[in-house]
């Protein structure tokens, strides 16, 4: 908030008591053509200026009711399978690209992927039962092919009874009792 309110009064080097409505309409306008803020840093200006005006300075004016500025809604970048290839093989570990793959393959969650036990792989039936994820559900996901595979040959690295992707600390993660 002090930043916004400082930037204003900065704009016009004078006490922002004196400073009016459209004064205040100006520097928006401003501050959006020619210093091209986007929507999201106006937001937070006006907000900052908008309590000030109205707590310190007790000042209801028809701009604050006036002025909105909506979200800009822009697609996710998507990336092809072959970048994404590109990206899992690209990391330094086989723990590394074995759950990025498991993350990624199956839409997985960080919390999700991190707490995978050996008893939710469900691979006679190719899938995945996760336990508490959003909302506290469980929930069933598809497991490819590729994945059970990856995760069968990266098991064999730690071979841990009880989670996918052990903290490995010094014995590689084969006694580990809580995950990565």
């Known amino acids: 908030m002090c930043g916004a309110v400082l930037k204003l009064q900065r704009f016009y080097n004078k006490p ?15 501050c959006q053509s020619e ?22 300075l007790v000042r209801e004016w028809n701009i604050f009711n006036d002025i909105k500025w909506k979200r800009e809604q822009t697609l996710p970048t998507i990336l092809s399978l072959e970048e994404v290839r590109k990206i899992i093989y690209a990391l330094p570990t086989a723990q590394s690209q074995t759950f990025y793959l498991t993350l990624y393959s199956m839409g997985l969650r960080l919390r999700e992927a991190t707490t ?14 996760i336990h508490a994820g959003k909302s506290a559900l469980d929930r069933t996901v598809p497991l490819p092919k590729i994945t059970l595979l990856s995760l069968r040959e990266y098991y064999k690295t730690h071979g841990n009874p009880k989670w996918i992707f052990p903290a490995l600390g010094r014995n590689g993660g084969k006694n580990a009792d809580q995950p990565a």
């Open 116 to 129: 995978l036990q050996v008893k939710d792989i469900l691979s006679d039936r190719g899938l995945v039962h």
């Open 16 to 30: 922002l008591e004196d400073i009016s409505e459209e004064q205040l309409r100006q520097y928006w306008l401003c």
């Open 35 to 56: 210093f091209g803020w986007s929507a999201a840093t106006l937001r937070i200006s006006y907000s900052g200026i908008q309590h000030f005006f109205r707590k310190t």
